[in-house]
């Protein structure tokens, strides 16, 4: 439960600086809302969904054999 948390944690995180810089970026033109969205807020939501998606796409738990 705990990784699940995390990794939804870190999507969430991404989904806000997005939208952060996005207002910013959109609203005033600036370049530092344009970088804080190219360099930290679309790698943490990349990560967030690959950290969810990936194990439901994998198809095999510990578990089975």
Do not use: C, N, Y
């Not at 699940?4 to 033109?29: Q, S, Y």
């Not at 600036?30 to 950290?51: D, E, K, Q």
């Amino acid at each position: 439960m705990r990784p699940l948390l995390v990794r939804l944690a870190i999507l969430t995180l991404g989904m806000g600086v997005t939208e952060i810089g996005l207002t910013e970026a959109f609203g005033r033109g600036s370049p530092g809302a344009w970088a804080l969205v190219l360099a930290v807020g679309f790698p943490l939501i990349i990560v967030g969904t690959m950290g969810l998606i990936g194990p439901l796409l994998a198809g095999r738990h510990k578990g089975d054999q």
